[in-house]
């Protein structure tokens, strides 16, 4: 199957969707499943900070041990 990208005017969006899965094709991204996925990753990336954030007053705290840097270095 071939992948196509194209641009199109809003107002014929869903009419041209409907015609391609009429066809037998597969509609993978309209700009609303676009700003979704932004919004996902923004939210993916807020919730690695928080976590990080949390990670580092429990560190302060001193109920969890950091590792060193030669750890790090070998996890990679």
Same mark, same amino acid.
Not at 18 to 42: C, Y
């Given at each position: 199957m071939t992948t196509l990208t194209i641009e199109i005017p809003e107002k014929v969006e869903r009419t041209l969707s409907? #015609?391609?899965?009429? #066809?037998?094709?597969? %509609?993978? !991204?309209?700009? !609303? %499943?676009?700003?979704?996925?932004? !919004? !996902?990753?923004?939210k993916q990336i807020l919730d690695g900070i928080k976590e990080s954030i949390a990670w580092v007053k429990l560190h302060q705290e001193g109920k969890v041990g950091a590792k060193s840097i030669e750890q790090l270095l070998n996890e990679l």
């Open positions: 409907d #015609l391609v899965e009429q #066809l037998g094709g597969k %509609v993978i !991204a309209t700009d !609303a %499943v676009k700003k979704n996925s932004k !919004a !996902a990753k923004k």
